[in-house]
């Protein structure tokens, strides 16, 4: 990818923004657009480490790694105390998967090839288990203002049991993908192009570079909304997801335009269950360790829009087939969510 080698200029324009005290407005851009590409080559990385493992061991490392650019930024939420802002890019996250990701796909590649098809078994399988990724996440918030009359200390219990059962579900719907067909998530394993030193060598100079730019990002937040007028939830909700995952994102669309449905498909929803049993889960768990304590109870609008978007993706997979209308749709629906959102 050649625009995230042109676009690693931004991790030296970040740093110099911060050494030189430019302001929390240009070090909040700079530090996003630095997370761009690190994000990118976290993801190159493990790519050549999955293509030098072998499939089964290949899919995990794609399955464990594919949003560690989203789990840095928000542990360093966590550690800042924005913990509403984490939770707002867990759910950011989930609707830009199923509603920016899928839709851009089904348009592009729906407008390149009209009616495309994928497999009605494995997205069937991939909807059902994104629905009782919601249910999962909804519980706590459903049953917090009950509990928390009478025991308020077990909300904080509930969460913590949730999430473990989520990590279980996760780890379940790795092993019945790896018996059922490799490599996990429908990613072809290609050969290795760069050298196992070199790819270790670029993943963990690339995770260093997220971690500093995180915590740059984190700590011009406050301030930079202050000054541009917007909220942590809109930013948590549109751009931190966006910042954290537009390398696999436009690799989503990519695949869709070359008419391979069953991988963009994958791609999306797969990165929505990743978020929502994986990334979510651990963070509650991380909470505890950083002093910082986050439990899964969600802001009601947030667990609306996840069951809209759940709804929206499971009907599309229903018949196998996509077309560029329904991409369309689904981005029409992001978009009134992101504008909604925006006045919350």
Not at 85 to 111: D, E, F, H
Not at 305 to 315: D, K, Y
Request: aromatic share 6%; no cysteine; charged share 10%.
């Amino acid at each position: 990818m050649t625009w995230s080698r042109v676009m690693l200029l931004a991790v030296p324009l970040a740093l110099g923004a911060v050494l030189l005290r430019a302001g929390p407005i240009p070090e909040l851009a700079l530090s996003a657009l630095a997370l761009i590409p690190l994000a990118a080559l976290i993801g190159e990385a493990t790519e050549e480490l999955a293509a030098r493992t072998g499939p089964v061991i290949g899919g995990l490392l794609n399955a464990t790694l594919g949003n560690a650019a989203e789990l840095i930024i928000a542990l360093a939420g966590i550690r800042a105390g924005l913990l509403d802002l984490v939770k707002a890019s867990i759910t950011g996250s989930i609707l830009g998967n199923l509603l920016l990701v899928m839709g851009l796909s089904l348009l592009v590649g729906g407008w390149r090839h009209g009616l495309q098809r994928f497999s009605r078994q494995r997205a069937g399988v991939l909807t059902t288990m994104t629905i009782l990724a919601f249910i999962a996440l909804g519980i706590p918030s459903l049953f917090s203002h009950t509990i928390a009359a009478h025991h308020p200390e077990a909300v904080e219990t509930l969460s913590l049991g949730v999430a473990g059962l989520m990590l279980a579900l996760y780890v379940l719907s790795v092993l019945y993908t790896l018996r059922a067909r490799e490599p996990l998530g429908g990613h072809a394993v290609a050969h290795a192009r760069w050298t196992l030193p070199q790819a270790l060598g670029v993943l963990a100079l690339a995770t260093l570079g997220v971690v500093v730019m995180s915590e740059i990002l984190v700590h011009a937040l406050e301030p930079a909304l202050h000054a541009l007028g917007l909220t942590e939830f809109f930013v948590g909700i549109i751009l931190i997801p966006l910042v954290g995952n537009v390398a696999e994102h436009l690799v989503a669309v990519q695949v869709a335009a070359e008419n391979q449905m069953d991988l963009s498909l994958e791609i999306a929803v797969g990165s929505s269950l990743q978020i929502a049993l994986l990334v979510a889960p651990v963070l509650v768990f991380a909470s505890l360790a950083l002093g910082r304590p986050m439990d899964l109870v969600f802001h009601p609008l947030e667990l609306i829009a996840l069951m809209m978007a759940g709804a929206i993706a499971s009907f599309i997979a229903l018949d196998g087939e996509t077309n560029w209308l329904e991409g369309a749709q689904l981005l029409a629906v992001y978009g009134m969510l992101g504008i909604a959102f925006f006045f919350v």
